[in-house]
């Protein structure tokens, strides 16, 4: 276990304000003894007094300040975060004006640009204003980021300081808490028959065609009509009755197991725009696995499986915790493109490890998968398992009409940097 954060000692340094308070109260101090007036001498003392007042005073609140930093367990790219801020005043004095500072900075990011132009870099200062803590309590502030890179990020140190009482001195800490936390990619949606779709037009490739049984969807219940629904679906005698569409709702069978391989290939001898549009699939590739896991993880009973073949590869296979679906997240967040990635073992690998028939997405920014069809062992694999393989391949439209990037995310982002540029213009 790791032991608290350590904090340095209590620092002071006069405010621009305390600099001509300062100088003013030398020049009094001079002609006072130059002068030898009696009224100077004492008007220098009462000025003495606030900074005298303001290091004592802040140097206790200092020792006595509790801080604590809480950050969100999952992040991912496009929606707003808050990072939230705890101080304890533990003095026999209340707290007023309290600022705690953060710096942000972007450890690992899969991206090539940003990884060169910003790793390693501060990205932003943040800070969080507490205006007044009574004594003894706690009180909780929050500030909102806004990540449009999926990757590794640090945040901290933090800085906590106060111009309490008089505004003339900084009084001031650093707190080594650093903390390191991964952004996944970005959430969308799914239309609501994208299994069907999928498993039986092949999304931009040729595909197994994967029946089901009369027994993986009972009927048990009604429900009113949605916008989506398909008409076939539709009760029309209860409809009748009822004087309103009613439609019929299945039970699909969630015990079998999931399976998803992520072949993220990308060239980098195509062409500047080929390649960024290579990119531009393999992060759909990823936001469309981290949308099945989010919103149909819990449905799953049996165990999850992800593979991931880019430049590392990487395969994950147990049933849906909250531990396991963050470790999930953290290999998405960094994971990159390859020229060659080894998607064939991926898949012998995953199948391994799920239930015999269990179906695998292999979600591509390939095409299709004829380059290693090509290969002696892409061509057994395909023969023996290839019915229970679908080809999901990004750039095609198909896919596109099953998955969408998430609009509402992308107007709260839109409101959000219109409210920052607003703040920062006044």
Request: aromatic content about 10%; overall charge positive; some cysteine.
């Amino acid at each position: 276990m790791t032991g608290p954060p350590e904090r340095s000692r209590s620092k002071i340094s006069f405010t621009p304000e305390g600099w001509i308070f300062l100088v003013i109260l030398v020049f009094v101090t001079v002609g006072a003894i130059l002068r030898n007036v009696n009224l100077l001498v004492i008007m220098s003392g009462m000025m003495f007094a606030p900074l005298l007042l303001s290091w004592r005073i802040g140097s206790h609140l200092m020792r006595h300040a509790e801080a604590k930093r809480l950050v969100q367990n999952r992040i991912h790219v496009g929606q707003i975060v808050n990072f939230q801020w705890m101080l304890r005043n533990r003095s026999r004095l209340p707290m007023w004006n309290f600022v705690v500072g953060d710096e942000m900075k972007c450890v690992d990011t899969p991206l090539a640009e940003a990884s060169a132009n910003s790793k390693k870099k501060a990205l932003s200062r943040t800070q969080a204003t507490f205006n007044y803590i009574p004594i003894g309590e706690k009180e909780y502030v929050s500030y909102r980021c806004l990540f449009t890179d999926r990757g590794l990020y640090e945040v901290g140190p933090s800085v906590v300081s106060t111009r309490f009482p008089f505004g003339l001195i900084r009084c001031w800490f650093r707190f080594s808490n650093q903390e390191q936390f991964y952004v996944a990619p970005r959430i969308g949606s799914l239309a609501s028959d994208w299994e069907r779709r999928i498993t039986s037009k092949g999304v931009g490739a040729e595909s197994a065609l994967r029946r089901r049984g009369a027994d993986e969807e009972e009927f048990y219940a009604l429900r009113a009509w949605r916008s989506g629904d398909s008409r076939r679906q539709i009760h029309w005698r209860t409809t009748a009755k009822a004087n309103q569409l009613l439609v019929k709702q299945y039970d699909q069978k969630t015990s079998r197991d999931m399976a998803i391989v992520l072949d993220l290939f990308a060239r980098n001898d195509i062409g500047v725009l080929a390649e960024q549009q290579q990119m531009a699939d393999c992060e759909q590739a990823l936001s469309f696995a981290a949308t099945l896991l989010v919103h149909l993880g819990q449905d799953v009973r049996g165990k999850i499986g992800l593979a991931i073949a880019g430049e590392q590869s990487a395969l994950h296979v147990n049933r849906l915790g909250s531990e396991f679906l963050s470790c999930l997240m953290r290999d998405l967040s960094i994971a990159r493109a390859s020229r060659a990635p080894q998607v064939v073992q991926s898949i012998l690998d995953l199948q391994s490890q799920v239930s015999a028939g269990t179906p695998i997405f292999v979600v591509s920014s390939r095409p299709s998968p004829q380059d290693w069809l090509e290969t002696e062992m892409g061509n057994e694999l395909w023969q023996k398992t290839g019915k229970d393989l679908h080809w999901v391949a990004v750039g095609s439209r198909n896919f596109q009409q099953v998955f969408q990037p998430d609009e509402q995310s992308g107007r709260v982002v839109n409101e959000f940097l219109r409210t920052e540029l607003r703040n920062a213009s006044t």
